[in-house]
């Protein structure tokens, strides 16, 4: 899709990644819609994207309502005419070992995380498919391909993603549709996420280093965007090496994971403020969060990798392949470091 004024659809768009990605898009001049459940942070990042330079259209909605999500994606047509983008990023989590998550949890987490990208894809077709055009973005994660200790539910949800995209990629492909879906797999972000999520663990959760800021993910996800017919992107070196070292050695990736992904998930002290998974602490009564959380001081602000993904067809072949080997052979060493 040509550079130019479009109507973008960002759900999770009051903090985190939602957040930057929702500035990011604005500051092309284009009009976004944000959807999420928390008003005080909706305001937050209306305001930014006005700011920015775009036109927002504030949309309060629970992705894992598929009417709701319906009725939104109709009151964004309905203002901006049609819709050219839509991103899907909203989700919720747990930290728990598995035992320690109730079944009411698990659902809630597998209804926003997984359910909630269906009913928004779904809305987003019904807009797209008339028009035989847009894009849209599956936010997902490392975590799509390769699971970690305390968060099951989370990393059931975006492996389940990942398959309903191939699915539905398969299908547009089938149909020579005109709508392109494509997937963006993140590294470990700095977002406020780590201070709302539910957690049953004695510290504080944190996001498992290196870290990146989210404004790394955004300028990916806005590229994916106007390049939907590549299949995915990956972001961050950490990405890269994970995902080849667990297609490669995935029984050492249990082991190392197994010693070391408790104590790498949390930080001493105690738990940050009320979790989210029922209700948005930017609500009424809450505040607003911004795109950030609180890992400023060792969250990274440029991924070269991803800079190398997005431009790859520049750098060409050999130059890629070179540095997905140096990236296999670094988390390589990495995981045979903790043998």
């Not at 927002?56 to 939104?72: E, G, I, N, R």
């Not at 029922?278 to 991803?306: C, E, L, N, T, Y």
């Amino acid at each position: 899709m040509p550079k130019g004024r479009r109507t973008v659809v960002v759900t999770g768009a009051s903090g985190g990644v939602g957040r930057a990605t929702a500035r990011a898009f604005a500051a092309r001049g284009d009009r976004v819609a944000l959807l999420a459940r928390g008003r005080e942070g909706l305001a937050g990042a209306a305001d930014e994207v006005q700011r920015a330079g775009g036109e927002a259209l504030v949309v309060p909605v629970d992705m894992a309502d598929a009417k709701a999500v319906d009725d939104a994606a109709q009151r964004v047509a309905d203002v901006f005419g049609h819709i050219d983008v839509w991103v899907n990023d909203a989700f919720a989590g747990v930290f728990a070992p598995f035992t320690e998550i109730t079944p009411d949890e698990f659902r809630r987490v597998t209804e926003v995380t997984y359910l909630g990208y269906v009913f928004g894809t779904r809305a987003a077709l019904r807009h797209m498919l008339p028009r035989d055009r847009g894009t849209i973005v599956q936010v997902g994660s490392a975590l799509a391909y390769r699971g970690i200790p305390l968060q099951s539910a989370y990393c059931g949800a975006k492996h389940a993603i990942q398959g309903f995209n191939e699915s539905l990629r398969c299908e547009l492909l089938h149909a020579r549709s005109g709508v392109r879906t494509t997937m963006v797999q993140l590294p470990a972000v700095n977002t406020p996420q780590f201070d709302w999520v539910l957690s049953r663990m004695p510290g504080q959760a944190r996001p498992v280093a290196p870290v990146y800021q989210p404004e790394v993910a955004a300028r990916a996800i806005v590229h994916a965007a106007s390049h939907g017919r590549r299949r995915e992107y990956w972001v961050g070196g950490s990405t890269v090496a994970t995902l080849i070292a667990n297609a490669v050695v995935p029984g050492l990736l249990d082991r190392y994971l197994a010693r070391t992904g408790y104590d790498s998930q949390q930080d001493r002290g105690g738990h940050g403020g009320p979790p989210n998974l029922w209700a948005p602490v930017d609500g009424p009564h809450g505040r607003d969060h911004g795109a950030h959380g609180r890992f400023d001081d060792q969250a990274v602000a440029r991924s070269p990798q991803d800079w190398v993904s997005r431009n790859r067809g520049r750098m060409g072949a050999g130059l890629v392949v070179g540095g997905l080997g140096a990236a296999v052979t670094a988390g390589l060493r990495r995981v045979k470091a903790h043998q």
